[in-house]
């Protein structure tokens, strides 16, 4: 199984700032198969980037993905007081498909 | 619209049983597979497994094999996860997800179905 870690626990930042949230897998990802997902209190998550760098439908071009192999990176350029969130990046490249621990961005 | 709505919040006691359902919408149902992932109080998420409703193919994760059940009836476009006897650890959110393939990113989700599981 592949073991994502994410980096920081908790990012207390101010609107405006930019945001770089760090994923690192315990082998190499296929195929950079590599997703990130936005989580708000009480909602489902939401696709943000897949494939690490390909952004999902109608998301904001603040949101980038980069990396590949085993070390990937969501950089929000700059934060809108809507990305206040918890972010998870996943692996689909192999079976079974594992979820990092997540990323609280919150407000500074 | 391309659509996942679930079941509505389940209330239940340790050892009953349990199938939870998620109507697809917007989309031929038959060709795309449907995840479904857990999410207990306060933690992060978990894949539990997906299935093809086209042919039934379904793989589970190897903490959730034998411990629930997907099925899907096309006929309706649904899916479901299903539980023999239940415990107070099943107690999470369920999400369900949809699949391009099988190796492919969750978009888009369920609105999640709150299972309580207590004496």
């Given at each position: 199984e592949i073991v994502l870690t994410q980096s920081p626990g908790t990012l207390s930042l101010s609107p405006g700032e930019r945001a770089t949230l760090s994923c690192r897998a315990s082998q190499s990802v296929s195929s950079n198969y590599l997703a990130w997902y936005q989580q708000k209190p009480g909602q489902a998550p939401r696709l943000?980037?897949?494939?690490?760098?390909s952004r999902a439908t109608g998301i904001p071009d603040r949101f980038s993905g980069s990396g590949s192999g085993t070390d990937f990176t969501l950089t929000i350029s700059r934060l809108e007081p809507e990305d206040f969130a918890v972010y998870y990046c996943q692996q689909?490249?192999?079976?079974?498909f594992t979820f990092g621990p997540g990323t609280k961005v919150d407000i500074k | 619209e391309l659509q996942l709505v679930q079941s509505g919040a389940e209330v239940k006691k340790p050892g009953e049983s349990l199938k939870i359902s998620c109507k697809a919408s917007g989309y031929r149902f038959s060709n795309y597979w449907i995840g479904w992932v857990r999410q207990m109080p306060g933690k992060g998420l978990e894949w539990m497994g997906i299935i093809y409703p086209g042919d039934s193919d379904t793989r589970y994760s190897p903490s959730f094999q034998g411990q629930v059940t997907l099925s899907a009836d096309m006929s309706i476009s649904t899916a479901y996860l299903q539980w023999r006897s239940l415990k107070a650890s099943d107690t999470a959110i369920y999400y369900c997800v949809r699949q391009e393939w099988a190796y492919s990113w969750f978009d888009?989700?369920?609105q999640g179905t709150l299972v309580t599981v207590s004496s």
């Open positions: 943000l980037i897949y494939g690490a760098s689909y490249g192999r079976s079974p | 888009p989700w369920g």
